[in-house]
């Protein structure tokens, strides 16, 4: 499966710039793709003022991705602040080219920037199917938590992480990414944004694919950059295969 990396800065609460940027941005897309995965909260930088900038499912994001999917006939995600009744959620969203999309909605808020106060906790976990992938998106600080992204009997084969991750944390993001492809024994791609936000937060990016034993396929630092790169599929049965330690793994249920 062939899947694209898009590490950009975003304009601070500017969701018609954004965008028009990123449209700028995958114009130079010069081979076909079957996955484009942008950061977190990608129409406005990540952003606890989601009653001034929530859009509803009826909002213009969405026919943008849309347009996007089509237009590049690929799968493309990314989250965004997103209204439903009296509820705020950091909602990632799995446009399909056909139009035909799903949601999941981050399930680990970060409390630290008040995102417990403002926005709802996801309760169920997504996996998807492309190109005879299995694919499981959560979002950023989904991240520090294992046993939500525990890949239970193989369910999954790539995992996602689009993300705002502040350059003072980087490390934690270098080490996790890794560890999260090594335990669960599947790829595993994070995408964050670069530049400084309207908080003054400054983000170095460093959006990574790692292959199944944790090994860095690619990574860019603070540069902005529109990566494409073809993972393995057999390679990964093959593994798999010859490593099967998922099944001597701890059963538990989750509450």
């Known amino acids: ?9 975003l304009h601070w609460h500017q969701p018609e710039k954004n965008r028009a940027m990123l449209d700028q941005k995958l ?11 942008l950061p977190e909260m990608f129409t406005t930088g990540f952003s606890m003022a989601a009653p001034e900038l929530a859009e509803t499912m009826a909002g213009l994001t969405l026919p943008w991705l849309a347009a996007q999917a089509e237009k590049y006939q690929a799968v493309i995600t990314g989250s965004l602040i997103i209204k439903e009744e009296n509820n705020y959620f950091n909602r990632l969203i799995w446009m399909q080219p056909d139009g035909n999309y799903q949601h999941y909605d981050k399930r680990h808020l970060f409390r630290m920037a008040g995102e417990t106060e403002i926005f709802t906790a996801g309760q169920h976990k997504l996996i998807l199917t492309l190109k005879g992938w299995r694919i499981c998106p959560l979002i ?11 890949n239970r009997q193989n369910e999954y084969d790539l995992l996602l992480y689009v993300a705002n991750w502040p350059e003072k944390r980087r490390l934690t993001w270098q080490n996790f990414l890794p560890a999260r492809a090594n335990e669960n024994q599947a790829y595993v791609i994070g995408v964050n944004r670069v530049g400084i936000d309207g ?4 983000y170095s990016g460093d959006s990574s694919v790692y292959d199944y034993l944790g090994q860095t396929l ?9 990566q494409t790169l073809t993972l393995d599929g057999t390679a990964l049965e ?15 249920i989750l509450k």
């Open 1 to 9: 499966m062939t899947v694209t990396v898009v590490q950009t800065t």
């Open 199 to 202: 908080n003054h937060i400054s």
């Open 140 to 150: 950023c600080y989904d991240l520090r938590f294992p046993v939500w992204s525990r």
């Open 238 to 252: 093959a593994y798999r295969k010859a490593f099967p330690a998922y099944l001597d793994a701890d059963d538990f």
């Open 218 to 226: 690619w990574q860019q630092y603070q540069e902005e950059a529109v």
């Open 27 to 37: 114009s130079s897309l010069t081979q076909p793709t079957n996955l484009i995965i």
